[in-house]
T-cell receptor, first 112, second 116 residues
Framework: AQSVTQLDSQVPVFEEAPVELRCNYSSSVSVYLFWYVQYPNQGLQLLLKYLSGSTLVKGINGFEAEFNKSQTSFHLRKPSVHISDTAEYFCAVHLGGNKLTFGTGTQLKVEL | NAGVMQNPRHLVRRRGQEARLRCSPMKGHSHVYWYRQLPEEGLKFMVYLQKENIIDESGMPKERFSAEFPKEGPSILRIQQVVRGDSAAYFC??????????????FGQGTRLTVV
């Protein structure tokens, strides 16, 4: 069965520092991967997705992620974070049809 | 254009009561999905509906849970005789016609259900 694992439940980082949020997946078939962000009191918003093609995917708000098949990873990165990036970030894999399965989330806390 | 609207945002029920969670999809969207997030877990797919049809309910518990998306009005997730283990955040998402990973689903803010 396809699944994703987010090992870091919380990541504290200072403003303007780089950040990487880790996501590993397990899948025996073609994989479609997503990162969503949830700001406080809001719904999940799509940051970026990997469907095929270039393994480096650029998303909104300066985020990017790299699909690494050999390491079964899809880590999310941003070279310089802002206070407004404080949120919960979810990695997800497409299961087929219209279904996604999500990781447990990583709380990014950006501090001054 | 309002986003996906879920209500109530917070719901408290005593064991044995019924919980009704509502989801109004984005304008023009005819596909609705329900997900559940249990404490310390990721969101898990429950059910996928189109107007008046259940397309995929493979993630729904076999008993006490039901979902509908009538021709008029919001989608409803209904939990009968709630138990403490039903306490979770329930998220609704909607998408326009079309299936698969190439179609973005838009999520609501979720309903936090607490069973006491």
């Amino acid at each position: 069965a396809q699944s994703v694992t987010q090992l870091d439940s919380q990541v504290p980082v200072f403003e303007e520092a780089p950040v990487e949020l880790r996501c590993n997946y397990s899948s025996s078939v073609s994989v479609y991967l997503f990162w969503y962000v949830q700001y406080p009191n809001q719904g999940l918003q799509l940051l970026l997705k990997y469907l095929s093609g270039s393994t480096l995917v650029k998303g909104i708000n300066g985020f990017e992620a790299e699909f690494n098949k050999s390491q079964t990873s899809f880590h999310l990165r941003k070279p310089s974070v802002h206070i407004s990036d404080t949120a919960e970030y979810f990695c997800a894999v497409h299961l087929g049809g219209n279904k996604l399965t999500f990781g447990t989330g990583t709380q990014l806390k950006v501090e001054l | 254009n309002a986003g996906v609207m879920q209500n109530p945002r917070h719901l408290v029920r005593r064991r044995g009561q019924e919980a009704r969670l509502r989801c109004s999809p984005m304008k023009g969207h005819s596909h609705v999905y329900w997900y559940r997030q249990l404490p310390e877990e990721g969101l898990k797919f429950m059910v996928y509906l189109q107007k008046e049809n259940i397309i995929d309910e493979s993630g729904m518990p076999k008993e006490r849970f039901s979902a509908e998306f009538p021709k008029e009005g919001p989608s409803i997730l209904r939990i009968q005789q709630v138990v403490r283990g039903d306490s979770a955040a329930y998220f609704c998402a909607s998408s326009p016609a079309g299936a698969g990973p190439y179609t973005e689903a838009f999520f609501g803010q979720g309903t936090r259900l607490t069973v006491v």
